[in-house]
């Protein structure tokens, strides 16, 4: 688990599924990691309706294609506003690879661990290098419930099927 913390670069592609108390969606998703940046591209079908959203410290930008491209210092309520839905993009960089935000406290379930009000739950997982990354996953608290299947990940260079 120590390693994953450590690992500078990675990356994956995969399907989300977003549904809060008003709305939900899907779409296909490409993350990027490095130790600087969060690189997030959610897509409909054929690459239709890209989203591109970056951040790199505390500053999220969210490119819509074209002159549309807005930032904002706080990422977490511009990407509230911008999607219709609260999502915790700096902890989910750490969910996603099945890890614990280090800042916050959490209690380990027999699926995954509570953290700041949200559940991670970990449904399947594949293997990757010479260890576990998830496969299928869940992510929710009492109004968002983020599902994401995950087909491919690179670790530092190296691809999973």
Same mark, same amino acid.
């Given at each position: 688990m120590l390693r994953l913390y450590e690992l500078g670069y990675?990356?994956?592609?995969?399907?989300?599924?977003?549904?809060?108390?008003?709305?939900?969606?899907?779409?296909?998703?490409?993350?990027e990691h490095s130790p600087e940046t969060e690189k997030i591209k959610l897509s409909g079908p054929m690459g239709q309706g890209a989203i591109v959203i970056s951040l790199t410290g505390n500053v999220v930008t969210i490119d819509r294609g074209g002159?549309? &491209?807005?930032?904002? @210092?706080? =990422?977490?309520?511009?990407?509230?506003?911008?999607?219709?839905?609260?999502v915790p993009v700096r902890s989910l960089r750490y969910w996603v690879v099945g890890l614990p935000e280090p800042s916050h406290s959490y209690r380990d379930t027999d699926v995954g661990f509570n953290q700041a009000g949200w559940m991670s739950e970990y449904k399947q997982m594949q293997v &990757?290098?010479?260890? @576990?990354? =998830?496969?299928?996953?869940t992510v929710m608290n009492n109004k968002v419930k983020l599902k994401l299947i995950i087909d491919h990940w690179v670790l530092n260079g190296t691809k999973a099927n």
């Open positions: 990675w990356s994956f592609e995969g399907r989300l599924a977003l549904t809060g108390q008003n709305d939900s969606w899907s779409a296909n998703i490409s993350w002159d549309d &491209v807005q930032s904002s @210092a706080q =990422p977490e309520e511009f990407i509230n506003q911008q999607l219709g839905m609260f &990757v290098d010479d260890g @576990a990354m =998830p496969h299928k996953m």
